[in-house]
């Protein structure tokens, strides 16, 4: 992973590390209600178009908010993302396909080895098997969003408008091979077998291996996810261990909490490994039909500068107000405050000179059969 100087080369990094638990641990509430997919036959099709504005207190001169994943520029008017998914389900074989456009989509294959330009508008492709009386078993194969974090990629499948340091301390999607196979009525278990980490195509000969399960009550439900493999660009050695654990708590179906932890080890060719370690927490309180709040706080403690450059100890907290104008329309205020014990975010001219940086933002999301 290149050590970033600048904001740019940040962006870059995190793109390179934050979410199967986007499709299998969601937010910490279920998404808003949608109007139905359009369908063509038996392919059913849905879309999305996301903007924002954000201010940031410190104007940078530099237009950029530090370590935001995808709420990036400050002070601008901002597309953020659109998409549209045709998707047919497996019976035996489906396949789902994302086209996307938007400063986000760049961002999430910002250090792809393909380039960006060849695969930063399609965010997920994959053929799917389900073969009949194999007791749900499902094989994809393709490029398909991680199963790490508790944070959805689509704004509005999670509370808060901005992502936090756990969605991009870990990979965003992979490349290759995946399966799934209930066990039980209430647990499920994976594996995969894939390039590595935001590669369509792969940096070196070896592949990473995936393991998840998935535990699901009627209040409590708990995701795991461990991925190990070699990350580093013409080798196969000092290989790349992450964990990822997600519980979701809905007492009720007007409050929803998750808590995320995160671990992580990249074994240096030298020796030894440079280590993070991140834990987040969130609840999403739904205070009227057409109104809820957010809170969530994240610490992120990036022991050796592997993600973001400097060894330092990162907290967040963002407190988002939702309101939805009618079916499949919403808009979000957000404030969010981060904070480090180094010198790391842009104030003014001075680039990485404060120690922490406050934003206010407002996004609309538009999307349909979602």
Do not use: C
Request: proline share 5%.
């Amino acid at each position: 992973m290149k050590i970033p100087t600048n904001l740019t080369l940040v962006v870059l990094s995190f793109a390179g590390t934050g979410i199967f638990a986007q499709t299998t641990a969601p937010a910490p509430d279920p998404a808003p209600a949608a109007a139905a997919p359009w369908t063509v036959g038996s392919i059913k099709i849905s879309g999305l178009i996301d903007g924002y504005y954000s201010k940031n207190f410190g104007n940078p001169a530099s237009g950029n908010n530090v370590l935001r994943n995808f709420d990036v520029k400050a002070n601008s008017m901002t597309l953020n993302m659109t998409k549209l998914t045709f998707e047919h389900d497996a019976d035996p074989v489906g396949f789902k396909i994302d086209v996307g456009f938007g400063r986000a989509w760049e961002i999430f294959h910002a250090t792809d080895p393909a380039g960006t330009d060849i695969v930063r508008y399609i965010p997920q492709a994959y053929v799917s098997l389900k073969p009949k009386n194999a007791g749900g078993l499902q094989i994809d194969f393709g490029k398909f969003y991680t199963s790490a974090g508790a944070e959805l990629t689509e704004t509005h499948l999670s509370g808060n408008y901005s992502r936090g340091y756990l969605y991009a301390n870990g990979p965003y999607y992979h490349t290759g091979l995946r399966v799934t196979k209930p066990l039980t009525k209430s647990f499920s278990a994976g594996f995969q077998l894939v390039n590595g980490w935001n590669n369509v195509e792969d940096n070196n000969s070896g592949k990473t291996l995936g393991f998840t399960t998935a535990w699901t009550g009627s209040k409590v439900s708990w995701f795991n996810n461990y991925y190990t493999g070699p990350e580093k660009t013409g080798t196969n050695k000092g290989f790349r261990n992450f964990y990822d654990t997600v519980v979701n708590i809905n007492p009720n179906d007007k409050t929803a909490m998750y808590i995320n932890f995160d671990y992580g080890a990249d074994r240096r060719l030298s020796g030894g490994s440079d280590t993070w370690v991140a834990i987040g927490i969130a609840s999403k309180f739904q205070v009227s039909k057409t109104v809820a709040i957010t809170p969530r706080y994240e610490h992120y403690n990036d022991r050796d500068g592997f993600i973001t450059g400097k060894a330092q100890k990162l907290n967040t907290f963002t407190m988002t107000g939702e309101y939805k104008w009618a079916q499949g329309l919403l808009s979000r205020l957000e404030y969010r405050k981060d904070w480090s014990n180094q010198p790391y975010f842009d104030r003014g001219n001075e680039n990485g000179s404060a120690k922490s940086q406050s934003t206010l933002l407002i996004g609309f999301v538009a999307y349909f059969g979602m």
